[in-house]
């Protein structure tokens, strides 16, 4: 695989990526399925019974 190019690459908010050519030109790209970010739920937001 070859690392060294003249590409580069910014990360915006929400995981998008701005890749840049070596020519200048900008690619946008976006993530399929954007994950919540913030604290792990806890026990109390879980339903009382296992779906099994």
């Known amino acids: 695989m070859k690392t060294q190019t003249r590409w580069t690459v910014a ?3 929400g995981g ?3 890749w840049t050519s070596p020519t200048g030109r900008d690619f ?3 993530p399929a399925t954007v994950l919540p970010t913030g604290p792990p739920s806890t026990a109390s937001d879980l339903p009382d019974d296992p779906p099994f």
């Open 16 to 18: 998008i990526l701005t």
């Open 28 to 30: 946008v790209t976006e």
């Open 11 to 13: 990360q915006q908010p």
